[in-house]
């Protein structure tokens, strides 16, 4: 199992813990953010193919911002598929 600490950039949400598991996402925990909606995104992609998760979460923004708390977590994803 691979894990990963990503320090999120442009989010309310501080952090990103990941765990993927034979090309599958197994847990995802935020620190920080939209209580609601963090554990919602969460919870969608658990059990999700990391590529799949990846394709459907990036370059989704918020506001004004040119980030997410989703997209974050597609950031922290393809740098913990990178790192296998």
């Known amino acids: 199992m691979a894990s990963l600490r990503y320090i999120t950039h442009g989010t309310c949400s501080r952090a990103i813990n990941v765990e993927v598991e034979d090309g599958i996402v197994k847990s995802v925990e935020f620190e920080g953010g939209c209580n609601g909606n963090t554990k919602g995104v969460a919870s ?3 059990g999700m193919e990391v590529d799949i998760a990846i394709a459907k979460l990036e370059g989704i ?3 004004f911002k040119g980030t997410s ?3 974050q977590l597609a950031k922290a994803l393809t740098q913990l598929q990178e790192q296998e």
Do not use: A, N, S
Request: hydrophobic letters at 20%; aromatic letters at 0%; proline letters at 11%.
């Open 69 to 71: 708390c989703p997209d």
């Open 61 to 63: 923004t918020c506001g």
């Open 44 to 46: 969608l992609v658990e």
